[in-house]
């Protein structure tokens, strides 16, 4: 061909390796012509390169460009390579003979596009230090099923992650990627922690792996509590933390128990040290904050957490912990709290919970739940679905006793009462030495506090085989710091 087409052939290496690059003159003009007439507002003029074909002993690469100025922007070849190794040098080879051939490159707007391999974006870097280097999306979407097949997972699988890469693509913005990206994550991680095997992994991730000096993981074995809520170790920690000298504890957790249980541990105990629970996300809740606001209504907070959702408790369709939170500061101070009272009788647990779902459904002027219902089905103009009414008075009670015991019986009361013990004297926050290390501005807490006391342990685990149980068993870890 270099004898009938002049100018085809420009360059052909034989030793140590073979190397030939190939461009037709009419083509490199065509392009010269193209970058001059691209205006400056035009987006930049797109080259793309790929070593495309195994022909045997040799493979080809190709660099094409999109041709802007027809209206399908057809892409046209600009030149070739033939080469017998995938390596750095032969692509520097190559892309010296571009630049040899364009020396606008380096002044003009141009944009690389290239599938991810080292050798030729290193090439590219060497020889086109100022030519900006973006990735294939075709290459990226087969690279996620060549992944995702490769951890053992199916054809829908490979489906759900191409779909999440698409939209992370399609972001016009920086703003919007990261938005975009933290709704991904959060929804990737809840599905990947509800998987029980998932979870056994990443608790014997967090016991093996080192994560610093400066930190100490605390297993069931050397807990301060010998019981299987995670949710009540943190607040068992929260305290020990606290009643030492902590000046700030931060947990991390997306878990509205613990922001719930830190919110009434920080009203009831008078914690004046700085409280913070930190979301996945990265939102920050200032607990003293929420504390100094709800005031007395604090009191009421676990009982309203009980009545419209928590671990052991239904819920009330459509009422979200926003809504049951309005609908606790309207009701009397002196009629929640009996959810948390010992020896409640049935009728005071009764007209808390009527009170509560009153409030709750904007019906306070109603004289019973029955009504309520009858009242809210006629008004509608279309029959509602019978989740959205309210519970019946019968429902109610029951849904009232069970939020009674769950107070009542769970370890959020048990740690209630071994608060009142000589081993857990009332915490008091003045003086006390801190502990733990010092990291930075932060202080990260060490376990140095005695064993749970006997009888609560009895309490939460009424089992004989159950203490022998939890010894065999990993334990649920929530990290937190505290200085």
């Given at each position: ?18 190397v ?13 012509k ?7 507002s ?21 660099l ?8 399908e ?20 080879a ?81 703003t ?76 991390l ?45 604090c ?5 309203m ?29 002196d ?50 679905a ?19 015991r ?26 006390g ?37 939890y ?13």
């Amino acid at each position: 061909m270099a004898e009938y087409l002049e100018g085809f052939i420009r360059e052909m290496t034989i030793y140590p390796n073979m190397v030939t690059v190939a461009a037709l003159p009419e083509m490199v003009e065509e392009f010269k012509k193209l970058l001059l007439l691209l205006p400056q507002s035009h987006p930049p003029q797109m080259l793309y390169y790929d070593t495309t074909f195994n022909m045997g002993d040799f493979y080809i690469s190709t660099l094409l460009f999109s041709h802007g100025a027809f209206q399908e922007r057809p892409t046209t070849p600009l030149a070739i390579m033939a080469h017998q190794t995938k390596d750095q040098k032969s692509h520097e080879a190559f892309f010296l003979q571009i630049l040899h051939m364009l020396p606008e490159l380096t002044s003009k707007r141009i944009v690389i596009c290239t599938d991810r391999e080292a050798a030729i974006e290193n090439a590219i870097e060497k020889v086109l230090p100022t030519v900006p280097i973006v990735n294939c999306w075709n290459h990226l979407m087969q690279n996620v099923k060549h992944t995702v097949r490769g951890c053992g997972g199916t054809k829908k699988d490979v489906e759900v992650y191409q779909a999440h890469l698409n939209q992370l693509l399609s972001c016009i913005s920086l703003t919007q990627y990261h938005t975009v990206k933290q709704d991904i994550s959060s929804m990737c991680r809840d599905k990947v922690m509800k998987n029980k095997t998932n979870k056994r992994r990443l608790g014997e991730l967090l016991c093996t792996h080192s994560i610093g000096d400066h930190i100490k993981m605390v297993s069931r074995a050397d807990s301060i509590v010998t019981h299987d809520e995670a949710d009540v170790s943190l607040i068992s920690y929260m305290l020990d933390a606290a009643r030492r000298g902590a000046t700030t504890v931060h947990i991390l957790s997306d878990d509205t128990d613990v922001f719930v249980l830190m919110v009434y541990w920080c009203w009831k105990v008078g914690i004046t040290c700085h409280l913070q629970m930190e979301r996945w996300d990265g939102t920050v809740l200032n607990i003293n904050l929420t504390v100094e606001n709800l005031g007395e209504q604090c009191r009421s907070i676990l009982a309203m957490h009980a009545l419209s959702r928590c671990d052991t408790t239904s819920y009330p369709a459509g009422k979200g912990k926003v809504s049951a939170l309005k609908a606790m500061r309207v009701v009397p101070d002196d009629l929640l709290h009996f959810i948390g009272e010992e020896g409640a009788t049935d009728l005071q647990i009764t007209e808390a919970v009527r009170g509560f779902f009153l409030a709750l459904y904007n019906q306070r002027k109603s004289a019973s739940l029955n009504v309520a219902r009858y009242d809210i089905y006629q008004k509608r103009k279309t029959p509602p679905a019978l989740k959205t009414l309210p519970p019946t008075e019968r429902n109610a009670h029951l849904h009232g006793r069970r939020a009674y015991r769950s107070w009542k019986n769970t370890t959020w009361r048990a740690w209630d009462t071994s608060l009142k013990t000589e081993e857990h004297p009332s915490i008091k926050l003045a003086g006390g030495i801190p502990g733990g290390y010092q990291v930075g501005q932060k202080e990260v807490w060490q376990k140095t506090a005695p064993d749970h006391p006997g009888h609560c342990r009895e309490n939460i685990h009424p089992n004989p085989h159950s203490q022998e149980h939890y010894k065999r068993s990993l334990h649920k870890q929530e990290i937190f710091s505290a200085g």
